[in-house]
């Protein structure tokens, strides 16, 4: 079984770069036709999708984050990163990362469904 593990800081402060790992055991991350997604929930807000790699490397993100996002993977580490950069208090939120088995649900299309795919979640604040 799957099972996926988010790292990264607790605090971080406005307009600098958010980055959080993602560690995945019990499946390669360049498993055909798997997609590593990053979602997340800000307090008092619905789930919201942040990107993708896919299995092959290609990326994709939410056209709401303006070019601030970008996903990257160490393959022999079997870890994928989201850099999040020039944050504001509007990026505090639980980050999750998830496996998805194809683009749309990795887009949360329609909807983020949270199961035994989706790392336990970590919490970032960004605060000065």
């Known amino acids: 079984q799957v099972h996926l593990q988010e790292t990264g800081p607790d605090l971080v402060k406005p307009s600098q770069t958010l980055a959080l790992t993602c560690t995945v055991s019990g499946e390669s991350i360049t498993t055909n036709s798997y997609f590593w997604s990053w979602i997340r929930r800000p307090p008092g807000k619905g789930m919201e999708w942040l990107g993708y790699i896919a ?9 709401s984050l303006q070019g601030r ?14 850099h999040l950069s020039s944050v504001t208090p509007e990026d505090t939120a639980v980050y999750y990362c998830t496996r998805q088995p194809g683009p749309y649900q990795a887009m949360c299309n329609p909807r983020c469904i949270r199961d035994d795919n989706w790392g336990q979640g970590t919490q970032v604040t960004v605060s000065s």
């Open 69 to 82: 996002a970008s996903i990257s993977r160490d393959t022999s580490k079997n870890q994928f990163t989201l």
């Open 55 to 63: 299995h092959s490397g290609y990326t994709n993100y939410s056209p």
